[in-house]
Each structure stands twice: as C-alpha cells, then as structure tokens.
C-alpha cells in the first residue's frame, strides 16, 4: 500500500497571503487528522475529519480550516498567513475512527516571509 | 483539556546504553498512550502504544509502562543503536470517543554515540 501522500512538501508564502495544503490517506483510511509542528510548541492538533465531516477541531483560530472529500482525501488552508504560521503541517490517517495508530505522512513545510 | 509533559527534552547516551522517556499526563479518563519517533525529514511513525488496562508492554529492545494512579507513563529503550537517534514523543487520548484527538509532548531528542 502507498502511504500517506502530503503535496506540496515544502513552500514559501509572503505574510497576508494564503495556502492550500493537501493530504491523501492510505487506501481504506477514512479519518484524517491535521498537526502543526513547531519547535517551540511540539505537535499541536489542528481538526480530524471522518466522513467528509469535521468530528473535532484543536485550538487554532478560524484563519485555520479544512474539509474532506468523498474519496477521503483531505485539504486544509490558511488565510491571511502570519510568520508564526511556519511549520511543519502534518497529515495523519486512521482505518477508521479511534483504532489507535496514526499514520503520518512526511508533512508540508512552510515558511512565510 | 488534556496536557502532556516530557522530559527530559534531549537525551545522550552511548551505543549500548538503556535510555528512558518519562511522561505525565493531566486527564485521568485518557486511555490510550502511544510512542512515536521521529527520523530527520520524516513523519512520526508509531513504535509502541499501551491502554490503560496494561500496566507494561514490551517489544524487543522496546518497552512502555504506565502507571495509572501517577498518571505517568515511560518509554525504556534497551542496548541502544545508532539508529535509535531520533526525536521520540509521547501522546495520549481518549480513545473509543467520538472526539479522537492525540495531545502529544514536546520531544524527546535522542542521540545514541557509537
């Protein structure tokens, strides 16, 4: 089985713009969950989506959003980017929801100037 | 919400050594408490989980215990190699719930000297 896909992986944005991430999970994996890596504050749950359904969203503010689509792919996208948007984003997949593992894919490096 | 603190956060030891990550957690209805490391360029990939009905998992070099009533859980890594070097982190969720959500620590960077 491919393993989970994450485009693009690395991309600069300038402060004010916005950016569209996306995430394709390992065949027969429903859920999808979105992590922010920081070095300061570790990894940090951003929302998880079964169903094309956000079932839970972390503590970031609405500039942050996503949604997914029937083939349980997964996008998230960040409005007017602010420099400690920069981040490593990840994207983790699950069979179904709440079997334990994770799989996570190499993640989305960005940087904004 | 639930707060998960790791210590220490770098940690150097010599090829052969034991090396041990400790955790606690602040939310007493968690029940699923997983390890991931992660490798330069990489994703977190799992290497052990335990539920709160274990009190000790064990995999070949790797073993996970966890203590209920302290709320705290530690990840031991015997014979240490080389390519043990990575950045561990430890999680914990409730898991079973409709509100799955992993809170993770903040690392544990390990280097194993040769």
């Known amino acids: 089985k491919a393993g989970v896909t994450q485009t693009p992986r690395y991309l600069i944005k300038t402060r004010g713009q916005q950016v569209t991430l996306s995430c394709s999970p390992i065949?027969?994996?429903?859920?999808v969950s979105w992590y922010q890596q920081t070095p300061g504050q570790g990894l940090q749950f951003l929302f998880e989506?079964?169903?094309?359904?956000?079932?839970n969203k972390g503590n970031f503010p609405g500039r942050f959003s996503g949604r997914q689509f029937s083939n349980s792919r997964s996008e998230m996208n960040v409005s007017t980017l602010e420099l400690g948007d920069s981040a490593l984003y990840l994207c983790?997949?699950?069979?179904?929801?709440?079997?334990?593992?994770?799989?996570f894919g190499e993640g989305s490096r960005l940087t904004v100037l | 919400g639930e707060n998960v603190e790791q210590h220490p956060s770098t940690l150097s030891v010599q090829e052969g050594d034991s090396a041990v990550i400790k955790c606690t957690y602040s939310?007493?209805?968690?029940?699923?408490f997983p390890w991931y490391k992660q490798e330069l360029g990489k994703g977190p990939q799992l290497i052990i989980d335990?539920?709160?009905?274990?009190g000790e998992k064990k995999d070949q070099r790797i073993a996970v215990t966890l203590n209920k009533t302290a709320k705290h859980f530690s990840l031991h890594i015997t014979e240490t190699q080389p390519e043990d070097s990575a950045v561990y982190f430890c999680?914990?969720?409730?898991?079973?719930?409709?509100?799955?959500?992993?809170?993770f620590g903040k690392g544990t960077l390990l280097t194993v000297n040769p």
């Open positions: 983790a997949t699950q069979e179904a929801v709440n079997t334990g593992e994770l799989f």
């Open positions: 335990i539920r709160s009905n274990v």
């Open positions: 939310d007493s209805a968690s029940n699923y």
């Open positions: 999680a914990a969720s409730l898991s079973g719930g409709s509100n799955y959500k992993l809170t």
């Open positions: 989506y079964f169903s094309e359904t956000q079932r």
């Open positions: 065949s027969g994996h429903r859920s």
